[in-house]
Nanobody, 122 residues
Framework: QVQLVESGGGLVQPGGSLRLSCAAS????????IGWFRQAPGKEREGVSC????????YYADSVKGRFTISRDNAKNTVYLQMNSLKPEDTAAYYC???????????????WGQGTQVTVSS
């Protein structure tokens, strides 16, 4: 059974940092792309970042480019999202999801975690 579990969210001041983790079980991360998505109250879900399985290519939304870094540790079956220089507008529930790179980039992956809340506020 495919399962994704996010952790690492919390309350942080503007300019601060958080590292989100997405632990996968029931499948081998090596063969699938992983994406991070977020959804703020009253807003549409948006793709934040993703990493491919084949060559580790990474993709970022313009709003987080230069501030967020996605990485994967296949030995731990875990993907991370390092978030630096956080802004209040980064406040949202963050979800990781997995599928083919095409499905992740299209925002339609089949498998989702339960989410972790990130709140950026002074």
């Amino acid at each position: 059974q495919v399962q994704l579990v996010e952790s690492g969210g919390g309350l942080v001041q503007p300019g601060g940092s958080l590292r989100l983790s997405c632990a996968a079980s029931g499948f081998t991360l090596d063969y699938y792309a992983i994406g991070w998505f977020r959804q703020a109250p009253g807003k549409e879900r948006e793709g934040v970042s993703c990493i491919s399985s084949s060559d580790g290519s990474t993709y970022y939304a313009d709003s987080v480019k230069g501030r967020f870094t996605i990485s994967r540790d296949n030995a731990k079956n875990t993907v991370y999202l390092q978030m630096n220089s956080l802004k209040p507008e980064d406040t949202a529930a963050y979800y990781c999801a997995t599928d083919t790179i095409g499905a992740v980039l299209a925002g339609t992956p089949d498998y989702w975690g339960q989410g972790t809340q990130v709140t950026v506020s002074s």
